[in-house]
């Protein structure tokens, strides 16, 4: 079979999404959708993360220099897919049922439904054109218990918390099947 070339993307390249968490000034958390996040390596193990365009969530990081990184599971995607398509600066955004607690180490705010969260801090910034790529120590990793159960092989773990992907604008599980279009599933979250 032969290859074609195609416009520039990132299709079929699926990516694991993490919900970053900051805090407004006024000490409300905030959550915002991200997939451009990996690891690098400077004599630990570390995190790069960007962000692109104006977010409140790139004001934040700028302001505190901390931010926490939530994986995004099956259970929780409509809440992640809501918070990745309503704009931070919306008063209401974060008016709705969500339970947070702060960090075990970091000034972040943690979203208790994901079963891993990074509590990270930039020690290096690159800004781009139209965003920003953040390089990051990870100052502390918070898990369920479930995850840091040996008992279990870590493929029945991985099975138990079920994280999402996504690419072609599109989420899917963690069996491949897809669970809906960007902005789909964040439509059945509700106000109070």
């Not at 968490?21 to 996040?37: A, I, R, V």
Request: contains cysteine; proline residues 5%.
């Amino acid at each position: 079979m032969g290859k074609v070339s195609i416009p520039i993307t990132n299709d079929f390249c699926p990516q694991t999404l993490f919900l970053y968490g900051t805090y407004k000034e006024d000490g409300t958390p905030n959550f915002g959708l991200f997939c451009w996040f990996s690891y690098i390596w400077d004599s630990e193990l570390g995190v790069m993360a960007c962000i692109g365009g104006e977010k409140l969530t790139k004001d934040r990081i700028h302001a505190t220099g901390v931010f926490s990184a939530n994986l995004v599971t099956e259970a929780i995607l409509p809440l992640a897919d809501y918070f990745g398509n309503t704009d931070g600066h919306t008063a209401e955004k974060m008016d709705i049922k969500v339970q947070t607690r702060k960090g075990a180490v970091l000034d972040v705010p943690i979203l208790e439904a994901s079963p891993l969260a990074f509590e990270l801090e930039v020690f290096q910034s690159v800004p781009l054109h139209d965003g920003e790529v953040y390089l990051c120590k990870i100052r502390n990793v918070l898990v369920d218990e479930k995850l840091a159960d040996d008992g279990k092989t870590i493929e029945e773990r991985l099975q138990a918390i079920a994280p999402v992907r996504t690419t072609c604008r599109t989420y899917f599980s963690w069996a491949g099947q897809s669970m809906g279009k960007w902005g789909e599933p964040g439509q059945t979250v509700k106000h109070p």
